[in-house]
Protein backbone atom coordinates (compact mmCIF):
# COMPACT_ATOMS: atom_id res chain seq x y z
CA UNK A 1 0.00 0.00 0.00
CA UNK A 2 1.01 3.19 -1.03
CA UNK A 3 1.01 6.38 1.36
CA UNK A 4 0.54 9.91 0.56
CA UNK A 5 1.19 12.68 2.59
CA UNK A 6 -0.20 16.19 0.80
CA UNK A 7 1.11 19.57 1.89
CA UNK A 8 1.80 23.32 1.32
CA UNK A 9 -2.07 24.66 -0.12
CA UNK A 10 -2.26 28.48 0.78
CA UNK A 11 -4.00 31.47 0.04
CA UNK A 12 -2.14 33.56 -2.58
CA UNK A 13 -3.05 36.40 -4.91
CA UNK A 14 -4.26 36.14 -8.04
CA UNK A 15 -1.27 35.98 -10.56
CA UNK A 16 0.58 34.67 -7.60
CA UNK A 17 2.68 31.52 -7.36
CA UNK A 18 3.07 28.45 -5.27
CA UNK A 19 4.09 25.20 -5.01
CA UNK A 20 2.61 21.89 -3.38
CA UNK A 21 4.52 18.74 -2.15
CA UNK A 22 3.12 15.29 -2.24
CA UNK A 23 5.83 12.61 -0.51
CA UNK A 24 5.18 9.11 -1.36
CA UNK A 25 5.95 6.26 1.17
CA UNK A 26 8.00 4.21 -1.19
CA UNK A 27 10.47 4.74 -4.45
CA UNK A 28 8.68 5.62 -7.58
CA UNK A 29 10.14 2.88 -9.39
CA UNK A 30 7.65 0.95 -8.04
CA UNK A 31 4.93 2.99 -9.15
CA UNK A 32 3.73 3.34 -12.55
CA UNK A 33 2.51 7.22 -12.45
CA UNK A 34 1.73 9.78 -9.85
CA UNK A 35 -0.11 13.31 -10.55
CA UNK A 36 -3.03 15.97 -9.46
CA UNK A 37 -6.59 16.21 -8.91
CA UNK A 38 -8.38 18.93 -7.85
CA UNK A 39 -12.01 19.33 -6.25
CA UNK A 40 -13.51 22.89 -5.88
CA UNK A 41 -16.36 23.44 -4.08
CA UNK A 42 -19.60 21.96 -5.22
CA UNK A 43 -17.78 20.68 -8.32
CA UNK A 44 -16.76 17.06 -9.40
CA UNK A 45 -12.78 16.16 -8.86
CA UNK A 46 -10.92 17.28 -11.71
CA UNK A 47 -7.79 15.89 -12.97
CA UNK A 48 -4.89 18.66 -13.40
CA UNK A 49 -1.96 16.20 -14.54
CA UNK A 50 0.24 13.13 -14.37
CA UNK A 51 3.99 12.39 -14.55
CA UNK A 52 4.71 8.95 -15.66
CA UNK A 53 7.61 6.62 -14.01
CA UNK A 54 9.87 7.52 -16.91
CA UNK A 55 9.08 11.49 -16.36
CA UNK A 56 6.70 12.00 -19.06
CA UNK A 57 3.72 14.86 -18.14
CA UNK A 58 0.73 15.65 -19.26
CA UNK A 59 -1.47 18.26 -18.07
CA UNK A 60 -5.58 19.04 -18.46
CA UNK A 61 -5.66 22.23 -21.15
CA UNK A 62 -7.01 24.51 -17.79
CA UNK A 63 -3.73 24.83 -16.69
CA UNK A 64 -1.32 24.03 -19.38
CA UNK A 65 1.57 26.63 -19.64
CA UNK A 66 1.07 27.49 -16.49
CA UNK A 67 1.14 24.52 -13.86
CA UNK A 68 4.61 21.70 -14.02
CA UNK A 69 4.83 18.42 -11.73
CA UNK A 70 8.87 18.49 -10.93
CA UNK A 71 9.99 15.75 -9.23
CA UNK A 72 12.78 14.81 -6.26
CA UNK A 73 13.07 11.29 -7.05
CA UNK A 74 15.74 10.80 -3.93
CA UNK A 75 12.74 11.95 -1.71
CA UNK A 76 9.99 9.86 -3.18
CA UNK A 77 8.27 13.50 -3.59
CA UNK A 78 6.74 14.98 -6.75
CA UNK A 79 5.62 18.79 -6.67
CA UNK A 80 2.85 20.81 -8.21
CA UNK A 81 4.46 24.29 -9.03
CA UNK A 82 1.57 26.74 -10.07
CA UNK A 83 2.11 30.02 -11.71
CA UNK A 84 0.11 32.65 -12.89
CA UNK A 85 -2.82 31.76 -10.25
CA UNK A 86 -6.41 32.79 -10.77
CA UNK A 87 -9.83 32.62 -8.33
CA UNK A 88 -10.38 29.53 -10.70
CA UNK A 89 -8.07 27.27 -9.55
CA UNK A 90 -9.17 27.52 -5.62
CA UNK A 91 -9.67 24.01 -4.80
CA UNK A 92 -8.33 21.07 -2.61
CA UNK A 93 -5.89 19.56 -4.16
CA UNK A 94 -5.18 15.94 -4.51
CA UNK A 95 -1.96 13.78 -4.81
CA UNK A 96 -2.24 10.02 -6.25
CA UNK A 97 -0.29 7.38 -6.77
CA UNK A 98 -1.00 4.59 -9.59
CA UNK A 99 0.63 0.80 -8.45
CA UNK A 100 -0.83 -2.65 -9.57
CA UNK A 101 -3.78 -1.11 -11.24
CA UNK A 102 -4.63 0.53 -7.93
CA UNK A 103 -4.93 4.46 -7.07
CA UNK A 104 -3.52 5.60 -3.38
CA UNK A 105 -4.99 9.55 -2.66
CA UNK A 106 -3.06 11.86 -0.63
CA UNK A 107 -5.42 13.53 2.09
CA UNK A 108 -5.40 16.72 -0.14
CA UNK A 109 -4.45 20.71 0.73
CA UNK A 110 -6.09 23.25 0.30
CA UNK A 111 -5.43 25.92 -2.07
CA UNK A 112 -7.36 29.48 -1.92
CA UNK A 113 -6.67 32.10 -4.93
CA UNK A 114 -8.40 35.70 -3.83
CA UNK A 115 -7.41 39.08 -3.48
Known amino acids: QVQLVDSGGGLVQPGGSLRVSCAAS????????MGWYRQAPGKLREWVGT???????TYADSVRGRFTIPRDSAKNTIFLQMNSLKPDDTAVYYC?????????WGQGTQVTVSS
Open 26 to 33: ESRTSIYE
Open 51 to 57: ITNGGTT
Open 96 to 104: YALKGGIVY
